[in-house]
DNA sequence: CTGAAAGCGCTTACAG
DNA sequence: CTGAAAGCGCTTACAG
């Protein structure tokens, strides 16, 4: 059997309460027994019970990872590396993530996970376009939570967010530094927050530096709620028929942007010759796909830790005020721009 | 505060035995009895702490995913579909699931997942060809576990295993009925047992319809270790410099075959005109690829499904001979053959 | 069929 | 600085 904090009590001679204060080293103790109790714990490679020691604390030790499903209908890789930095940072602080995805079309009587349905988590962190009902549970039943890119408009919750606003206007900056003139933006709905942003740094590089700007509407593709190839290419293809003279996309997501270069090769269009495309996530099928995509890089192993940070300042703070941290994205530019 | 087991048994009048009887309905209660306390446990909205059951039962509730390094140091869809399987299952018993990877080079003093050093799990799953190490040290302090899609040679482990031979046979006969004389085969490393039998598929096909036998070692090309895009292209690139005629490729995962047919486009050959080109898996990259790939399908989520309920069997079962389960696996045809 | 009691392995006031 | 004791919320023989 495994050692437990008698046996370790008794081979140190001391009480139990000892080995405990040394284990979480709490208040003070004196170094020589301090010492001593760590020697035999070392030795006895002890390891205090989780399922204990959280009874006792009244804590669950998890957190749980909740991903909107519409973040793996396609390629799953954008919430698996947060998944990985989150990881990294829960490791640290002895915490395990527990995973689940939420549908859509969410009814908190009955597709609530089960983590949160057993109270088996201390906080909770959602990526993506998240239920609106399911945020107004967490905040109902008091439960800390941070969103990644994603928010709710007029609401203060707490987030970690991509710089939406400037990764769009530096990649439509380069598209007008390398001479497009007719610069094009698909996209998914403007309610999503993101997209809305992206959108408005697409927009306001044109104003700035006063391109294109009599066109923008007509040149803004913004008709469905998706954000997927699907929407890329039908989006292309109406573009290009109403206004041949479009040289270059910017399109809200990487998934977008493969489906706008695929509409644009269906026109006939070499990409990035005839029109250059950049899109937005940095997904890792970017470099896959031919040709290779330009795009602005989110740091994703970075929001993992950031969002886990928070979060656990959240837990220990139970009345620390809502914020949202913002992390830079990076233009990387390779073949399709 | 969340109910607790008390608050049910005084609201039901009956003793927390009771309401613990009925909880797990072990033994006879009495159908009234039982009915109002299931009744009160309803209107409470009443769940058994966590931490408090697994105490007094002495187990963790938790099984540890335990996930080759190399599986997503290219796109990592392939493990992550085997979670959602085996999600499926754990939720249906109430197990909850804990992900972290190993590196290739792994030392049980040091890189032995958290999980496992603090006893956290119930049971693991490995995926891919995790170390040796890891496996003995599983072994020896007799924690069940069952490998998916590798095995260790001479040794009787639990495992799920994918119908590797017959795939492969079924594949490389669809492509001599399609006319294809000279195919050869690109691949990793055989000391996988996986692609050793992929290998074996290939090489019996041939035998047994007599296509291509006399150039069989010629046409291999199993220097490597990995099964990288890398491999596949430079594979590709030498076989068709030494052996022009060839004009078919089986390769033995999905990754190969796509270097395979970049090499295959570099050396001006087209696919599946002049050369096709079969792979493993079928991860979802293979119909964003172009051509699309064909490949054999792996049912990820069943191996996930199947890989749990194995387990679970086994920790209900301690003494349980060690046996292996196979499942099939489909050709599909797209694009590339 | 039901209850009283012990026990699972920790933490945490409270004394000293 | 250290220990005795109570308590966290369950399960499980054991009586009855």
Redesign the pocket.
Known sequence: ??????DI?EKA?????????V??N?????R???ERVESIIREMN????HS??K????TTGNIGYIIWEGYFSEVEMFYSQIFWGMEYAARINDYYILLTTVKEKFNPQEDLPRFLKNKDVDGVILVGKVPGTLIDYLDLQQIPFVLIDYNIFQKKYNSIQMDNYNGAYTAVEHLILNGRKNIAFVGGSLFHPSIKDRYRGYKDALEKNNVNVAKIAEYSYCKNIETSRAVGESGALYLIKEHPEIDAIFSCTDHTAIGVIEGLQKANKKVPEDVSVIGFDDIPLAIYHKPKLSTLRVPKMEVGKEAFKLLHEIINNPGMAPQSRVLGVDLVIRESS
Chains 1, 2 share one sequence.
């Not at 002890?46 to 019970?49: A, G, I, N, W």
């Not at 009874?55 to 009244?58: M, P, R, V």
């Open positions: 059997m495994a050692p437990t904090i008698k009590a001679g001391v009480s139990i309460s000892t080995v405990s204060i284990l979480n709490k208040k003070q103790v004196s020589e027994t301090k002890y390891r205090p019970l204990a020691r009874l006792a604390t009244q």
